[in-house]
């Protein structure tokens, strides 16, 4: 079997798929084809694969194909070395993974000269191997015969001390790189060890936001993500120490891996309190303490750093994949629509500052009201709001969530009373989040180049009201707050990442070629930051386009790239109907063909259900369009551009409820889920700091994945359970007949949300026994949900 052979089973083993399904698949790919282009567009050839499954081969495929190089490159090297066996070459061609490669090759790798191997330069593998060969021998006695003075580079061996230390160093190395024994021992503790976590001395006081981890053991396989990246954190900090530890090695009479090493090297380890009437010969002896060195010295440290990097990694990998479901449930929330919006971001001192778009987001009008203190002009920003609304005509008021946003929403909410008669309006509170990071940024200052920052900033909330997916896509990811312990993850796997889930997302939408902003049409498949800027100079330079077909005018639009993106790109009333549908323009003779047979014209048949529901798409496939395209076709001609993302709604705050001091246990509130994260959902319930629902007072019913349940842009019913006013925590509960906590009281015990485990949206501390300690469970909530609650932006 080749190589490539090899790799595309492997894949499709992994993947549950059929091989051709993956050969087929990794062609296009390697072809230039983007995933959101063949997970629509290809499905005959790729058996319906969609962009999640595509997603992860084309991940595995890239590590795949760096293990084979990295298999070529060790064993040609360990060839040239004239060490390369065929059972050697059977067991690196056998590595399953880079790990195992590694460990194979270990003892071939070039590594700088040890004390090993200058005892076998000295000539002392031979005293080794009958220490080893025979415990009854005299470690002493044996040793005493290979003294010998220094001869040119070969080092002397001047006592038997010396020589049986250089003997030891030989046999550690040997025993350190046995891949076979590495590899049990790894999975041993993987499995069987404990994450312990320690406080470091004096560090108590600084480090009080973990102090749920100043004594913590926990199974080390089972730690979950938030809790590792916790400790990782508090140990980055100088807070804590880690350690990965077997459970019981401590009142072992021999550590358990320590036995391993023996079993692994032919020696057998007696307990000096259980050896015979003579005790151990002073060859066991030895062979013990070499066993304990290469445990203690060589093989534990590196161990354990390696499991804790492969702990991390997993951690980081699961907060990456909370991030990217957070921000993929935002992107595609519902948009309010293109409607004229005035948009409000609320401040104190320095004013309110008001901005107004027109349906399709271009910027019309700005200004500055000050109803709030110190000034309080109530009635004159009223008057100013209401003449912006009706010269502008307009429909929806967006309110940013920042300072002073209840106090504002309160002016807002006066104003579409004062106006329902003449002018019908809707306000809504919006996300601030990164908006700061917008206005700031080198491509507002091109949108919007002659207005201040802190205007831009009230334009980008009132555009992402109106379609927060194009307005989104201009503000770096991890600005905008979803995510857990962003900034301690890798940040070029946190980025590739949520490119990926803009990408998928805005193609599943689709983009009006004649509306859409550069930074929106560099994210639609096969174009690039300077093809999305060409087509925007295009477009100013000759108008609306009114065809995909004009696509190709663009400069360094060629035909390929025409393909990956034509049909993600919309024309709405332009020379083609189809230009508005997600029907590719490769497939409009086929379109064009069911609109023949039905005997209709096209634009007539387009919408037409009764008729559309009626074909079989089975009568229209041929050879190059199967039955699934078929079906996404009719599917197109029924509702052409479809927007997947749900309806407009928006959470209604309750009146008087503006901050900390006005909630109480028991009320039951309106609120939009901000954030999921693996341990329950924050909620914004409009007092400008974001309640938890632990995982437990998410539902009646067990709840393994919060996201089941809620995803980020939710409106949900909540009830209050208590309140930590010194702390700005809130517990809430989505099951509304819980009881809340009678304790309202600062610092009240276990009361915070996020120390707990939610009995009854009660999120008492959850302690279990293991090894005779108590360990907090979901302990680190506390730490981590500070933290999210820090991560909502520039709020």
């Given at each position: 079997?080749?190589?490539?052979?090899?790799?595309?089973?492997?894949?499709?083993?992994?993947?549950?798929?059929?091989?051709?399904?993956?050969?087929?698949?990794?062609?296009?790919?390697?072809?230039?084809?983007?995933?959101?282009?063949?997970?629509?567009?290809?499905?005959?050839?790729?058996?319906?694969?969609?962009?999640?499954?595509?997603?992860?081969?084309?991940?595995?495929?890239?590590?795949?194909?760096?293990?084979?190089?990295?298999?070529?490159?060790?064993?040609?090297?360990?060839?040239?070395?004239?060490?390369?066996?065929?059972?050697?070459?059977?067991?690196?061609?056998?590595?399953?993974?880079?790990?195992?490669?590694?460990?194979?090759?270990?003892?071939?790798?070039?590594?700088?000269?040890?004390?090993?191997?200058?005892?076998?330069?000295?000539?002392?593998?031979?005293?080794?191997?009958?220490?080893?060969?025979?415990?009854?021998?005299?470690?002493?006695?044996?040793?005493?015969?290979?003294?010998?003075?220094?001869?040119?580079?070969?080092?002397?061996?001047?006592?038997?001390?010396?020589?049986?230390?250089?003997?030891?160093?030989?046999?550690?190395?040997?025993?350190?790189?046995?891949?076979?024994?590495?590899?049990?021992?790894?999975?041993?503790?993987?499995?069987?060890?404990?994450?312990?976590?320690?406080?470091?001395?004096?560090?108590?006081?600084?480090?009080?936001?973990?102090?749920?981890?100043?004594?913590?053991?926990?199974?080390?396989?089972?730690?979950?993500?938030?809790?590792?990246?916790?400790?990782?954190?508090?140990?980055?900090?100088?807070?804590?120490?880690?350690?990965?530890?077997?459970?019981?090695?401590?009142?072992?009479?021999?550590?358990?891996?320590?036995?391993?090493?023996?079993?692994?090297?032919?020696?057998?380890?007696?307990?000096?309190?259980?050896?015979?009437?003579?005790?151990?010969?002073?060859?066991?002896?030895?062979?013990?303490?070499?066993?304990?060195?290469?445990?203690?010295?060589?093989?534990?440290?590196?161990?354990?750093?390696?499991?804790?990097?492969?702990?991390?990694?997993?951690?980081?990998?699961?907060?990456?994949?909370?991030?990217?479901?957070?921000?993929?449930?935002?992107?595609?929330?519902?948009?309010?629509?293109?409607?004229?919006?005035?948009?409000?971001?609320?401040?104190?001192?320095?004013?309110?500052?008001?901005?107004?778009?027109?349906?399709?987001?271009?910027?019309?009008?700005?200004?500055?009201?000050?109803?709030?203190?110190?000034?309080?002009?109530?009635?004159?920003?009223?008057?100013?709001?209401?003449?912006?609304?009706?010269?502008?005509?307009?429909?929806?008021?967006?309110?940013?969530?920042?300072?002073?946003?209840?106090?504002?929403?309160?002016?807002?909410?006066?104003?579409?009373?004062?106006?329902?008669?003449?002018?019908?309006?809707?306000?809504?509170?919006?996300?601030?989040?990164?908006?700061?990071?917008?206005s700031a940024s080198e491509y507002a200052s091109r949108e919007l180049p002659d207005l201040d920052v802190t205007v831009r900033g009230a334009v980008s909330i009132a555009r992402r009201l109106q379609d927060p997916l194009a307005e989104l896509v201009k503000i770096e990811p991890k600005s905008i707050g979803v995510g857990q312990y962003q900034h301690d993850v890798s940040q070029l796997q946190l980025s590739k990442s949520l490119e990926a889930v803009i990408e998928d997302c805005v193609n599943a939408v689709g983009v009006d070629l004649n509306t859409a902003?550069?930074?929106?049409?560099?994210?639609?498949?096969?174009?690039?930051?300077?093809?999305?800027?060409?087509?925007?100079?295009?477009?100013?330079?000759?108008?609306?386009?009114?065809?995909?077909?004009?696509?190709?005018?663009?400069?360094?639009?060629?035909?390929?790239?025409?393909?990956?993106?034509?049909?993600?790109?919309?024309?709405?009333?332009?020379?083609?109907?189809?230009?508005?549908?997600?029907?590719?323009?490769?497939?409009?003779?086929?379109?064009?063909?069911?609109?023949?047979?039905?005997?209709?014209?096209?634009?007539?048949?387009?919408?037409?259900?009764?008729?559309?529901?009626?074909?079989?798409?089975?009568?229209?496939?041929?050879?190059?369009?199967g039955v699934p395209t078929v079906s996404d076709i009719l599917a197109e001609l029924d509702k052409p551009g479809r927007d997947p993302r749900p309806e407009f709604k928006a959470a209604a705050f309750r009146e008087g409820v503006e901050s900390l001091n006005d909630l109480e246990p028991g009320m039951v509130l309106e609120g939009s889920v901000t954030n999921v994260t693996h341990f329950g959902a924050f909620v914004d319930i409009g007092v400008h700091q974001d309640g938890l629902v632990h995982i437990s007072a998410l539902s009646h019913r067990f709840v393994?994945?919060?996201?089941?349940?809620?995803?980020?842009?939710?409106?949900?019913?909540?009830?209050?359970?208590?309140?930590?006013?010194?702390?700005?925590?809130?517990?809430?509960?989505?099951?509304?007949?819980?009881?809340?906590?009678?304790?309202?009281?600062?610092?009240?015990?276990?009361?915070?949300?996020?120390?707990?485990?939610?009995?009854?949206?009660?999120?008492?501390?959850?302690?279990?026994?293991?090894?005779?300690?108590?360990?907090?469970?979901?302990?680190?909530v506390g730490a981590l949900g500070a933290a999210l609650l820090k991560a909502r932006g520039d709020k």
């Amino acid at each position: 079997m080749n190589v490539n052979q090899r790799i595309m089973e492997r894949l499709a083993d992994e993947l549950g798929v059929r091989t051709a399904q993956v050969a087929a698949t990794v062609g296009l790919l390697d072809e230039g084809a983007t995933v959101p282009f063949i997970a629509r567009y290809r499905k005959e050839v790729t058996g319906a694969l969609d962009d999640t499954q595509l997603r992860r081969l084309d991940e595995r495929l890239r590590y795949l194909r760096e293990l084979e190089e990295r298999r070529e490159a060790v064993i040609a090297t360990i060839d040239e070395q004239g060490k390369l066996t065929s059972a050697l070459a059977a067991d690196l061609n056998a590595a399953d993974t880079k790990q195992r490669l590694e460990d194979l090759y270990r003892p071939y790798r070039k590594k700088r000269r040890t004390k090993a191997q200058m005892a076998r330069e000295a000539g002392l593998e031979p005293l080794a191997d009958a220490l080893l060969a025979d415990p009854r021998l005299d470690p002493e006695r044996e040793a005493a015969a290979y003294l010998r003075p220094a001869e040119g580079e070969t080092p002397a061996v001047e006592d038997a001390r010396a020589a049986l230390d250089g003997a030891k160093q030989i046999l550690m190395e040997r025993f350190a790189e046995d891949a076979e024994l590495i590899g049990r021992l790894r999975e041993r503790l993987w499995r069987d060890g404990e994450l312990s976590a320690r406080v470091l001395e004096g560090q108590e006081r600084e480090g009080a936001k973990f102090a749920d981890y100043f004594e913590h053991d926990e199974a080390l396989a089972k730690v979950p993500s938030h809790r590792a990246l916790a400790m990782f954190r508090g140990r980055n900090e100088g807070v804590l120490s880690l350690a990965i530890r077997l459970p019981g090695e401590d009142e072992a009479p021999i550590h358990p891996a320590q036995l391993a090493i023996a079993r692994q090297a032919g020696i057998k380890l007696v307990p000096a309190d259980k050896a015979g009437p003579e005790g151990q010969s002073p060859g066991e002896r030895w062979l013990a303490e070499v066993v304990r060195w290469t445990w203690r010295v060589k093989l534990y440290t590196s161990l354990e750093t390696e499991l804790l990097g492969q702990l991390r990694e997993q951690a980081e990998l699961t907060a990456i994949e909370v991030f990217a479901a957070n921000l993929k449930d935002l992107l595609l929330a519902a948009p309010a629509g293109p409607k004229v919006t005035l948009a409000i971001d609320p401040g104190l001192r320095t004013g309110c500052k008001v901005a107004v778009v027109d349906a399709t987001g271009q910027f019309l009008a700005h200004t500055t009201i000050y109803p709030h203190a110190p000034q309080n002009r109530w009635r004159e920003s009223l008057d100013e709001l209401a003449r912006l609304v009706r010269e502008h005509g307009v429909a929806l008021i967006a309110v940013g969530n920042g300072t002073a946003s209840r106090e504002t929403d309160r002016l807002a909410g006066e104003l579409v009373k004062a106006m329902a008669a003449s002018q019908p309006l809707s306000k809504v509170m919006v996300s601030e989040a990164g908006a700061s990071v917008y206005s700031a940024s080198e491509y507002a200052s091109r949108e919007l180049p002659d207005l201040d920052v802190t205007v831009r900033g009230a334009v980008s909330i009132a555009r992402r009201l109106q379609d927060p997916l194009a307005e989104l896509v201009k503000i770096e990811p991890k600005s905008i707050g979803v995510g857990q312990y962003q900034h301690d993850v890798s940040q070029l796997q946190l980025s590739k990442s949520l490119e990926a889930v803009i990408e998928d997302c805005v193609n599943a939408v689709g983009v009006d070629l004649n509306t859409a902003s550069s930074a929106l049409l560099s994210r639609v498949a096969g174009l690039s930051a300077t093809l999305a800027d060409n087509i925007v100079a295009e477009r100013n330079r000759r108008g609306a386009f009114n065809s995909r077909q004009a696509l190709l005018e663009v400069n360094r639009l060629g035909p390929k790239t025409f393909e990956q993106c034509a049909g993600f790109l919309r024309v709405t009333g332009g020379d083609n109907p189809l230009d508005a549908s997600a029907v590719h323009p490769e497939a409009y003779p086929l379109a064009e063909r069911i609109a023949g047979q039905t005997g209709r014209e096209l634009k007539g048949l387009i919408g037409d259900s009764a008729t559309l529901k009626a074909l079989d798409p089975a009568d229209f496939a041929d050879e190059r369009f199967g039955v699934p395209t078929v079906s996404d076709i009719l599917a197109e001609l029924d509702k052409p551009g479809r927007d997947p993302r749900p309806e407009f709604k928006a959470a209604a705050f309750r009146e008087g409820v503006e901050s900390l001091n006005d909630l109480e246990p028991g009320m039951v509130l309106e609120g939009s889920v901000t954030n999921v994260t693996h341990f329950g959902a924050f909620v914004d319930i409009g007092v400008h700091q974001d309640g938890l629902v632990h995982i437990s007072a998410l539902s009646h019913r067990f709840v393994e994945d919060p996201r089941s349940v809620v995803k980020a842009g939710d409106i949900v019913q909540v009830k209050v359970m208590n309140v930590d006013i010194p702390r700005k925590r809130i517990g809430l509960s989505m099951r509304l007949d819980d009881q809340p906590e009678a304790d309202r009281a600062a610092g009240a015990s276990s009361g915070a949300p996020g120390t707990a485990d939610g009995k009854a949206g009660a999120n008492k501390t959850r302690r279990r026994k293991r090894g005779g300690k108590a360990e907090s469970h979901d302990a680190d909530v506390g730490a981590l949900g500070a933290a999210l609650l820090k991560a909502r932006g520039d709020k």
